[in-house]
T-cell receptor, first 114, second 114 residues
Framework: GAGVSQTPSNKVTEKGKYVELRCDPI?????LYWYRQSLGQGPEFLIY????????DSGLPNDRFFAVRPEGSVSTLKIQRTERGDSAVYLC????????????FGPGTRLTVL | DQQVKQNSPSLSVQEGRISILNCDYT??????FLWYKKYPAEGPTFLIS?????DKNEDGRFTVFLNKSAKHLSLHIVPSQPGDSAVYFC?????????????FGKGTHLIIQP
């Protein structure tokens, strides 16, 4: 497909476990973003990549959260020692560098921490 | 502290009439604004955007109005159609819509009644 894809679509894990969420951006998009959407809230910015490097990680809530994009395409969001408060939909978006108007979002991964 | 506020959690409009969704912001550094539409279990879909150098942008049935002095924007949908029923998010950027993370409101659930 031509859009942003995310896997898995749903992830259920136990408190304290480690999880990885994957994002495949639109081909050719150099900018990649991760957002988190909790119930009843709008998406909240986590981190932005330009190519392979994290240009802005100011939205990561703490050091349990980490993201990589080693080849400038696919990105993985990693969450260590998951907590129940991490339960949310994790959204990925991509765009051509420095372009407007908007970012193209994937369908999200729903993470549930029991 | 919410920098982008959508004070109406829901809005019900009759099919064929105008839908008006409102958004307020507090950060005077915001210079680019976007509206997204979201269906359940899908990622947000970009609808329309506006730069702070303009006060109106129109695209088909969708028009966005920006009042910088009031730090207020609105999305008008006319005529409203059943497929417009969704959650609408207002988002803002302080880099001209370029490569940075967006700040979202909590969303307004628009319900179009037949």
């Amino acid at each position: 497909g031509a859009g942003v894809s995310q896997t898995p679509s749903n992830k259920v894990t136990e408190k304290g476990k480690y999880v990885e969420l994957r994002c495949d951006p639109i081909s050719g998009h150099t900018a990649l973003y991760w957002y988190r959407q909790s119930l009843g809230q709008g998406p909240e910015f986590l981190i932005y990549f330009q190519g392979t490097g994290a240009a802005d990680d100011s939205g990561l809530p703490n050091d349990r959260f980490f993201a990589v994009r080693p080849e400038g395409s696919v990105s993985t969001l990693k969450i260590q020692r998951t907590e129940r408060g991490d339960s949310a939909v994790y959204l990925c978006a991509s765009s051509l560098s420095g372009t407007a108007p908007g970012k193209f979002f994937g369908p999200g991964t729903r993470l549930t921490v029991l | 502290d919410q920098q982008v506020k959508q004070n109406s959690p829901s809005l019900s409009v009759q099919e064929g009439r105008i839908s008006i969704l409102n958004c307020d912001y507090t950060n005077s550094m915001f210079d680019y604004f976007l509206w997204y539409k979201k269906y359940p279990a899908e990622g947000p879909t970009f609808l329309i955007s506006i730069s702070s150098i303009k006060d109106k942008n129109e695209d088909g049935r969708f028009t966005v109005f920006l009042n910088k002095s009031a730090k207020h924007l609105s999305l008008h949908i006319v005529p409203s159609q059943p497929g417009d029923s969704a959650v609408y998010f207002c988002a803002a950027s302080d880099s001209g819509g370029g490569a940075d993370g967006l700040t979202f409101g909590k969303g307004t659930h628009l319900i179009i009644q037949p």
